[in-house]
């Protein structure tokens, strides 16, 4: 079975002030604080998530 690949994400800007959307797109991204990493599976649907909101993001290949 091939590993699963997947893409570490920091939060570089905050998410308060931000449209709603976008503020749910970090969440439904685990994404909790500020300048923490999470680990996502690289997934189409993760992916529309994380360029929805890459102004707010560094992202980085696990």
Partial sequence: MSEVKK??????RSISGRLKSHQQCASGLGI???????EVI?????????????????????
């Fill in 42 to 62: 690289d997934t189409p649907e993760n992916r529309g998530m994380i360029n929805k909101i890459s102004y707010l993001l560094k992202v980085e290949e696990a």
């Fill in 32 to 38: 909790r604080r500020m300048n923490r990493t999470v």
């Fill in 7 to 12: 893409v570490k994400l920091t939060l570089v």
